[in-house]
């Protein structure tokens, strides 16, 4: 694979749309100097988030067992001890939150893809990830008040795990020719090997 293409799939979800933070997120991606190659407004299906979630056969029981740790590490007591049943509650109640009302998809591409949208995304609850990422600086929910409310963690955006999920997760909300291949004058100074031409 040409690591220049590295592709990541990344979606804000109807909380980022209702807070008017669509221009906020996409500024913060596009800063990084990854190309955005696709982007739409999507009002999901159940079906398509189901799918989406379980493009990694093992996400069940890593979600389940993510949030497990969160209550551990506070001192508390999980709402249940088993991962792959704690991922199911998850699932059912993202379905719900991610149908809820329009969300944005979109295709980021360039070096260091996914791990650089994850970095700037931040760890899942916002009430816990760092100053300086979307979750930690625009928003406030955390497991907890999601639990005893019943509902989702709201967290304003999906960024694929790894480039194995994100080429799943591109082909599900995307077709190949909504995808656009184009080059952006700035990448020569992120990419190219010599820098000559520069001065003249
Ligand atoms: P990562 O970025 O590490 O993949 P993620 O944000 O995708 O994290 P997942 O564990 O894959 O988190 O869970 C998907 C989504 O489900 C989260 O973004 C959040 O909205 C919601 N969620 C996760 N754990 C819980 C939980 N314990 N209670 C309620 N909602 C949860
Ligand atoms: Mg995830």
């Not at 991606?29 to 189901?50: F, M």
């Not at 969300?103 to 360039?110: N, P």
């Not at 082909?171 to 952006?184: A, D, G, V």
Request: glycine share 8%; charged share 30%.
């Amino acid at each position: 694979m040409d690591f220049k293409k590295e592709k990541t799939l990344v979606l804000i979800k109807p909380d980022g749309i209702q807070r008017g933070l669509i221009g906020e997120i996409i500024h913060r991606y596009e800063r990084t100097g990854l190309k955005l190659i696709g982007l739409k407004l999507v009002l999901p299906t159940e079906e398509l988030v189901e799918h989406h979630y379980l493009v990694d056969p093992d996400w069940k029981i890593k979600s389940g067992q993510k949030s497990i740790d969160a209550y551990l590490a506070k001192g508390l007591t999980p709402p249940s001890s088993e991962p792959e049943k704690m991922g199911e509650l998850i699932l059912e109640k993202l379905k719900k939150y991610l149908t809820s009302g329009p969300v944005i998809a979109m295709v980021w591409q360039g070096m260091n893809a996914v791990g650089v949208i994850r970095k700037i995304t931040g760890a899942t609850e916002p009430l816990t990830s760092d100053v300086g990422t979307i979750r930690g600086d625009l928003t406030i929910d955390s497991y907890e008040i999601a639990d005893v409310d019943r509902r989702s963690v709201r967290n304003l955006i999906h960024a694929s795990s790894s480039i194995i999920d994100a080429e799943k997760e591109i082909n599900l909300w995307f077709k190949p020719e909504e995808l656009i291949n184009y080059r952006l004058v700035g990448e020569s100074i992120l990419y190219d090997v010599n820098l000559d031409g520069i001065l003249e």
